[in-house]
């Protein structure tokens, strides 16, 4: 690796899908293997839960940690992408590894990647593994980054395996149709292992269970093994949710669910959006299948009130506590913006605003076409603001509002996130709100400005 200042440089240096896309994409298994090999195969001396999906991952991987968390393990979480800091992708109990610990770990085990080649996400995978070995976690919970088959994260064996959702997106990567992409997400599929799922599409889930099953694995549809019904909006009271347990923003939803295990009764979702009922339901199915001791009534219920607190979650529907009120999500196909524009809640006489920085590998188009035609009893938005990020594979703000024009929505160009965000701040109502979306880029510089 290149001399750099710092351990975070030195591995930033190394090819990144999020500068380059599919150029920095290395698939397949044997880099790591040779990898983690180097590092004394960290992830064979611990339990873990693998986690794929289009979308909900992200969630689904921190609802489990949290669950497993308020149980009282030590839980070790890898997530993808960060958003301010490559140590978010390594954390304990919520808390990202040291600066410390990265810099020794590189120092330490430099050679061996140099002699390796990894990409970037490659390293980052391998030294989250280690540090969750050399601190001696009880459970790890890690999130595949691209796909599930090739995935870096595919050397795990783990004790048990989720899908979230499977939708279009990486098409160039992963296949044109939900059933070719199911089959590579059925990909984390071990002979023997539990692979439980959240798919509802029934070509994606025909062709994930059909794969997965060719694979040895033993599937579970959890949305018929368990059962997720609404029991009402918490008020973001004591009675509702926990103190600190969901960020400040549209109230969080509760569920009665049932798992094949026991009756949870009414239960607290600390992300805010209907589409975090099955993510949770799923998080918790993994957890009871994943413990010796499965978790209790009462850590099941304190993990998923808490998941933000617990687990440093955010970029997933969570706000700001000063109005005029900012909304984070991190969403970047089609089904997340539906999903993150339906969670947005907007007071009376507030006006819904939306700023969005999209790469340009994503269909735009389609977000412009969800803003263009909300549904009845949702918002529309006043206004749209387009902002432009950097790299190779970013969409300048003029690219973005043209494309979101495609697709219907009367975006503006508005320079970049931090100046969109000015835009907003200076021109808002207190009962407006920003709906900050399109990528983890976006949400990252916008979070530059938070006050």
């Known amino acids: 690796m290149p001399t750099a200042s710092t351990a975070e440089d030195r591995l930033l240096a190394l090819p990144r899908f999020a500068d380059a896309g599919a150029a920095a994409y290395k698939p397949g298994l044997e880099r790591m293997r040779a990898l983690l090999a180097a590092l004394g195969d960290p992830h064979l001396v611990y339990p873990t839960v693998h986690v794929a999906g289009t979308n909900g991952k992200g969630s689904t991987a921190s609802f489990a940690a949290s669950v497993a968390q308020a149980a009282g393990l030590r839980v070790g979480l890898h997530t993808s992408p960060h958003l301010v800091s490559l140590r978010e992708r390594m954390r304990i109990d919520g808390r990202p590894a040291p600066p410390a610990w990265l810099d020794g770990a590189v120092d330490r085990w430099g050679g061996a990647v140099e002699a390796v080649g990894p990409s970037f996400f490659e390293a980052t995978v391998a030294l989250s593994l280690l540090y969750f070995a050399e601190q001696d976690v009880d459970l790890a919970v890690v999130e595949v980054g691209l796909g599930g088959r090739l995935d870096a994260t595919n050397v795990l064996v783990p004790c048990v395996a989720a899908v979230t959702h499977v939708g279009l997106d990486h098409t160039d990567l992963l296949g044109a149709t939900t059933r070719e992409i199911a089959r590579e997400k059925a990909g984390i599929a071990k002979p023997g292992v539990p692979l439980l799922h959240a798919v509802a599409d029934a070509d994606a889930r025909d062709s994930l269970e059909t794969e997965a099953r060719g694979r040895g694995g033993v599937v579970e549809a959890v949305r018929e093994t368990c059962r997720v019904e609404p029991a009402g909006v918490g008020s973001g009271g004591a009675e509702a949710a926990p103190p600190g347990s969901a960020p400040p923003g549209p109230a969080p939803p509760r569920v009665c669910l049932v798992t094949p295990l026991r009756d949870y009764g009414p239960v ?134 043209e494309a979101l024009g495609r697709g219907g929505a009367d975006a503006e160009p508005a320079g970049t996130p931090a100046e969109a965000l000015r835009r907003f701040q200076d021109a808002a109502g207190p009962a407006d709100r920003l709906l900050v979306t399109g990528s983890h880029q976006t949400v990252a510089a916008v979070l530059q400005g938070e006050p």
């Open 268 to 401: 607290v979702l600390g992300l805010p959006g209907p589409h975090q009922a099955w993510n949770a339901a799923l998080a918790v199915r993994a957890a009871e299948v994943a413990s010796p001791a499965p978790p209790t009534p009462e850590a099941v219920r304190a993990g998923l009130a808490e998941v933000a607190r617990r687990t440093g979650l955010r970029g997933r529907g969570g706000a700001w506590a000063a109005d005029p009120r900012v909304v984070l999500d991190v969403a970047h196909n089609a089904d997340g913006w539906r999903a993150a524009l339906d969670a947005v809640a907007v007071p009376e006489g507030g006006r819904l605003w939306v700023l969005a920085g999209v790469l340009a590998d994503k269909d735009a188009a389609a977000l412009g076409a969800l803003l263009a035609r909300r549904p009845a009893g949702l918002p529309s938005a006043h206004r749209v603001l387009a902002a432009g990020l950097e790299g190779e594979r970013a969409l300048s703000a003029e690219a973005l509002a």
